[in-house]
């Protein structure tokens, strides 16, 4: 089978991105060596939660869920011209909203899912709609809008969770989804949960709506170049207003997800969650394609649910290391972009 | 012994052999151009002596001694300075601030801005070079700026300087001016080396020309011994076609493009086109001249939609179009080239076969429902590469991997399907080489033979003159009109300026 030429096309960027992984793990693996962990004991974990067993590969996948979806929604935004950074506070307003409903109803759930997912991505689409009335009609960079508009949603989450829905005072946190309101698990020994499968549709679903389709065309055109859009007669600002909404809408989908999936209900813990920021990182990892992403998500995933098992017995190699390997990696990923652009001098 | 001689230089870059065994010789004091098409090597071959590549083979001798430049720093050791297309000066900072930052030869600590505005001062008064020291670069017109990027090199005591492109932004009072600059240079035995696409100018102001093609040294002449049309069949290693012949247009062809006191401001609101008002006839080409920005880009952008008119109207085959969107146009077969095939013209990102399809990539045969028919494009875009010869790797690669030639023809590819009575080409052929200038002419004149009218603007007078059966001068937005007993470069050139109004 040959490979349409657009595809052949990804094989330098795979492989360039491969290799930024396998730097940032070499570089990761060395600080646990350097830092007194016994090397051997450390990949056994690792594996252990990722690849090696079931439950591994349940974390592995359950984490990968949010990012994939949220670095989808990143992703999107990105590529076609809308720096929303925003994500985060767009799944915490999808989850609240989802939460505020799901929690005060009761309907059968082939009725009930439908009605949450819709809600979140409204939720998480106005919450875009926001920054992106205001540049559209203010100027006003989203780049700033949506990161303000994190905190307030954070803060909303605060107060709800905390006041009007508020299962028992002082708890600080709401009620649970009734058994209606969750997606069906996968396999019960696990967190694996149907979201993991809805997931990469939507990433085939976003492909295909942004190289199939008119509107995908437009959206690209905008995304790379506006001037040029705007003399091929195409609406620069209501394609950004459509990015942004799908952006929000799908970021506001993963909270949803993840509550339907694996929360069942906010806490103060949730705003914790920066999945909207993670995400960046898995966009750019995965060079802002949708396809892309599935994997770069995957990855990440891995990382997550592996490094949670090597901070058990008999490692205990703390977060705060994981935390240095997805620094690495986005320095890693960023930096080798730029060094590519300087090479590449026509 | 000539000054410079660059013996028997080959270099490849992967499969592509950019320079085969290329010599050049450089008497000290000689203005030498250097042509060639895009692609033909002149630019791999003046970084090779800037130091920024190594040659495959051959070698470079100055003054007789053999030399090998690892880095422009070695070539600015030598007295080698380059001045490049695109300049590299510091906006925010003043001209003694840019020709001397960075010499820690002079300034090892502190820089001493006293000092250096001194230096300076005594460097313009010496080549004769009339730049203000202290003004900040941001402030000055793009012709002096050029003056500062060449005091930086003779800062350096330059003794041979490469110019790329340098009369490309100029206006053609500023060309007169630097020829001044180079002949000064000259004379004091000085060299320069003038990589040029322009014809005209190289024939004014240069001593001698070597010619590449594809990689090889076709020819070096003195400048007595060639002409405009041997120097472009160099170039192209053929003979050029004919001038075409200027059509007779009788008044009773129908009114296809109508301007009427169309006014339009530009961004900083000031009235960029006055009360313009014009006729196009089916089968004709008007042209406009004029020196870039007396209106020109407002112009366009009034009529390709994309920048509404203050005032007046805009009539397509009697239809008033002055506030229908760029969409509408192009259904309405108005079809637009900009002046900035990479900013206006191609979204180079996405694909070429879908740059191919852009205006009308909502509708038959390319879309239905909402959704992109990928085998149609596929094929249309196949069948555009055939006829236009576009070369590129392949239609789904994205458009910025095609060279300029190769970009324009896919702008033109698009826009001459689509052109359904009426076409408005902003210098078509900018940054083109003669290869592919002579396409988009013929391009367009085919259109004009179709029945087409055709509004031509264009800061190339040759080019106007060339192909348009009208003409007329846009300065400070306002357009006159030129009889033909009056349409030649001289008369012209006056109106340009803004000398006299035509009868």
Not at chain 1, 91 to 107: I, K, Y
Not at chain 2, 315 to 323: C, D, F, K, P, W
Request: proline share 4%.
């Amino acid at each position: 089978m040959r490979l349409p030429e657009a595809v052949s096309g990804w094989v330098g960027p795979l492989v360039r991105t491969v290799g930024v992984i396998l730097a940032a793990l070499l570089l990761t693996l060395g600080l646990l060596v350097v830092t007194g962990y016994d090397l051997l004991d450390c990949l056994r974990a690792f594996w252990a939660g990722t690849f090696g067993t079931r439950y591994g590969w349940g974390g592995m996948l359950t984490a990968a869920c949010p990012l994939l979806l949220t670095g989808l929604a990143v992703a999107i935004a990105f590529r076609c011209g809308a720096l929303n950074i925003g994500a985060e506070g767009q799944f915490l307003v999808g989850a609240l909203w989802a939460t505020a409903v799901g929690v005060s109803l009761s309907l059968p759930r082939w009725a009930f899912l439908p009605l949450l997912f819709f809600l979140g991505a409204l939720g998480g689409a106005l919450w875009a709609a926001v920054a992106a009335a205001l540049r559209v009609w203010r100027g006003v960079p989203e780049v700033l809008s949506t990161i303000l508009l994190n905190f307030i949603a954070v803060e909303w989450v605060k107060y709800a969770v905390t006041g009007p829905l508020e299962i028992v005072p002082g708890t600080a946190q709401t009620a649970e989804l009734p058994a209606s309101g969750r997606l069906w698990m996968l396999d019960r020994t696990t967190d694996l949960h149907g979201g993991v499968l809805l997931a990469p549709v939507a990433a085939a679903l976003l492909y295909l709506l942004l190289y199939r389709t008119t509107v995908g065309l437009e959206m690209r055109a905008v995304g790379s170049n506006p001037t040029a859009a705007r003399y091929a007669g195409i609406s620069v600002s209501a394609n950004l207003f459509r990015t942004m909404l799908l952006s929000g809408g799908l970021a506001g989908f993963a909270g949803v997800v993840e509550l339907t999936g694996r929360m069942y209900g906010l806490t103060q813990g949730s705003t914790d969650l920066g999945y909207g920021y993670t995400a960046i990182a898995v966009a750019m990892l995965a060079r802002l394609h949708p396809l892309g992403v599935i994997a770069s998500a995957w990855f990440f995933g891995a990382l997550a649910s592996g490094s949670r098992e090597m901070s058990f017995a008999p490692t205990y190699v703390p977060d705060q290391l994981i935390e240095v390997v997805r620094g690495l990696m986005i320095l890693l990923s960023i930096g080798y972009g730029v060094v590519e652009l300087s090479f590449r001098k026509d | 012994m000539p000054l410079l001689e660059m013996r028997d230089i080959s270099k490849r870059f992967g499969s592509v052999q950019a320079l085969e065994g290329v010599s050049l010789e450089l008497e000290a004091g000689e203005i030498h151009a250097l042509l060639g098409e895009n692609g033909a090597g002149k630019t791999t071959l003046m970084n090779i002596l800037y130091g920024l590549i190594r040659p495959d083979t051959g070698e470079v001798f100055l003054e007789g001694r053999p030399v090998r430049f690892r880095s422009p720093q070695d070539a600015l050791r030598a007295r080698i300075g380059m001045v490049h297309q695109h300049f590299m000066l510091v906006p925010p900072l003043t001209v003694a601030e840019n020709v001397w930052l960075g010499d820690r030869k002079r300034y090892p600590f502190l820089f001493r801005r006293r000092d250096a505005v001194e230096a300076t001062r005594r460097l313009v008064e010496r080549f004769g070079l009339k730049v203000d020291p202290e003004r900040r670069i941001e402030e000055l017109s793009v012709g002096v700026q050029q003056r500062v990027e060449i005091l930086k090199c003779l800062a350096r005591d330059a003794r041979i300087l490469i110019l790329d492109e340098p009369t490309a932004v100029l206006t053609p009072q500023e060309v007169e001016e630097l020829g001044a600059v180079l002949r000064g240079l000259r004379n004091e035995g000085r060299s320069v080396i003038f990589i040029s696409h322009k014809l005209k100018e190289v024939l004014e102001l240069c001593d001698r020309v070597t010619v590449l093609r594809a990689g090889r040294n076709v020819g070096t002449l003195p400048i007595q011994e060639v002409t405009e049309k041997r120097l472009s069949e160099m170039m192209v290693g053929r003979e050029l076609e004919p001038p075409p012949p200027r059509a007779r247009v009788s008044d009773q062809a129908p009114v296809v493009l109508e301007l009427k006191r169309l006014s339009v401001r530009d961004d900083r609101g000031a009235m960029a086109v006055r009360e313009l008002s014009l006729k196009v006839r089916a089968g004709e080409i008007f042209g406009i001249a004029g020196i870039d920005g007396n209106g020109q880009a407002e112009l366009l952008d009034a009529l390709a939609g994309v920048r509404s008119p203050f005032e007046g109207s805009v009539r397509l085959a009697g239809e008033e179009i002055g506030t229908t969107s760029a969409r509408q146009r192009a259904a309405l077969g108005l079809a637009v080239i900009t002046d900035d095939r990479q900013r206006k013209g191609l979204v180079l990102e996405l694909p070429v076969a879908e740059n191919l399809i852009l205006k009308r990539h909502r509708s038959a045969p390319f879309a239905r429902g909402g959704w992109l028919l990928r085998e149609e494009i596929a094929r249309y875009a196949e069948e555009k590469r055939r006829q236009y010869d576009i070369r590129a790797a392949s239609l789904w690669v994205p458009a910025k991997t095609l060279s300029g030639g190769n970009q324009q023809k896919v702008v033109v590819a698009r826009e001459m399907d689509l052109l359904g009575q009426a076409l408005v080409a902003m210098n078509p052929t900018r940054g083109l080489d003669v290869g592919a200038t002579e396409f988009v002419h013929r391009t367009l004149l085919e259109a004009r033979s179709r029945g087409a009218a055709i509004l031509l603007i264009s800061t190339e007078l040759d080019e106007v003159l060339l192909l348009s059966d009208r003409v007329g001068v846009l300065h400070r937005g306002r357009l006159f009109f030129v009889p033909p007993e009056r349409t030649n470069r001289v008369e012209i050139g006056r109106l340009m300026l803004g000398e006299g109004e035509a009868a």
